[in-house]
């Protein structure tokens, strides 16, 4: 069995054992370094990424095969990609960039095939002089999303 499949199947095995956990990203570079991203629907506790490095290092052979290992969850201000990313972050405010706009607003729903923003706009009035403040809200289908990060506040 190649070394990338056999990492692959190991990471398998070690996120069979926590089904809250999940895999955003696997990267094997060609000097033999696994860097694995995970994320978890109530976020990745130390010991989950522990637990994920002991199953994919206890069971390579370092004679065999030399290797580095990097087991972390995602950042912060990483870009969500995963529809169970979108669907754990709803309540949250994102900045969502489509092809000729951002909007920041609050993620309120998300489903298997689009997200659904909702926020305050200032818009001149109809009649009149002067801005008034409306409620907006739009659905964005996943394929229109160029990028979407959960903004922090302090």
């Known amino acids: 069995m190649a070394f990338k499949e056999k ?16 895999l955003i990203d696997l990267t094997i570079t060609e000097a033999f370094k696994i860097i694995v991203t995970l994320d978890g629907d109530h ?10 490095s ?4 206890h069971n390579l052979d370092r004679e065999e095969q030399d290797f580095s290992l990097e087991v972390a ?3 912060v201000g990483s870009p969500l ?19 000729n706009e951002t909007i920041e607003a609050q993620l ?17 009035k ?3 002089k002067g801005k008034e403040t409306v409620q907006k809200k ?12 959960v903004t922090v506040t302090f």
Do not use: M
């Not at 002991?54 to 290092?57: G, K, P, W």
């Not at 169970?84 to 092809?99: C, D, P, S």
């Not at 298997?112 to 923003?117: A, D, H, K, R, V």
């Not at 739009?138 to 990060?149: C, F, G, L």
């Open 7 to 22: 990492v692959h199947q190991l990471l398998a095995t070690g996120l069979e054992e926590k089904p809250e956990i999940f």
């Open 43 to 52: 976020g990745v506790q130390l010991q989950d990424c522990i637990d994920v």
């Open 54 to 57: 002991r199953v994919i290092e």
């Open 73 to 75: 969850s995602v950042g």
């Open 81 to 99: 990609k995963l529809v169970r990313q979108y669907i754990k972050n709803i309540g949250r405010t994102l900045i969502v960039k489509l092809a």
């Open 108 to 124: 309120i729903a998300a489903n298997e095939n689009f997200i659904t923003l909702a926020w305050e706009a200032r818009e001149p």
């Open 126 to 128: 109809k009649i009149g």
């Open 138 to 149: 739009q659905e964005i289908p996943y394929s229109e999303i160029k990028e979407a990060i």
